[in-house]
């Protein structure tokens, strides 16, 4: 088990800023695939970025490119996800997930995930 527990999400003005966090809680997170997905109610989870935990490479859905950065802070066992430029689109659920497959843009490839954080943005 990996539990992983996110944090940091709220409501936000369009064009605003917010940081999620995601910690693994009592294990490393050492060599695995690190995504963060979010999901609307009647939607499939939607792949927005992901990180390798061991080498710190990086992907991006098209969305996320050149607002979100998603980062690792090894010493505190957790996975950032910046998220700048934030539109009434972005608004959903967060979840971070642990995988053993890097970069992967399956949620089903994911074995463990948070509980998820919500994140709003609206005027």
């Known amino acids: 088990q990996v539990p992983l527990v996110e944090s940091g999400g709220g409501l936000v003005l369009p064009g605003g800023s917010l940081t999620l966090s995601c910690a693994g809680s009592?294990?490393?997170?050492?060599?695995?695939?690190m995504g963060w997905f979010r999901q609307v109610p009647g939607k499939e989870r939607e792949y927005v970025a992901s990180?390798?935990?061991?080498?710190?490479?990086?992907r991006y859905a098209d969305s996320a490119k050149g607002r979100f950065t998603i980062s690792t802070d090894k010493a505190k066992n957790t996975v950032y996800l910046q998220m700048n430029g934030l539109k009434p689109e972005d608004t959903a659920v967060y979840s971070c997930?642990?995988?053993?497959?890097?970069?992967?843009?399956?949620?089903?490839?994911?074995?463990?995930w948070g509980q998820g954080t919500q994140v709003t943005v609206s005027s």
């Open positions: 009592g294990r490393t997170l050492s060599g695995y695939g």
């Open positions: 990180i390798s935990w061991n080498t710190g490479t990086t």
């Open positions: 997930g642990a995988s053993p497959v890097i970069h992967s843009i399956a949620p089903t490839t994911y074995n463990y």
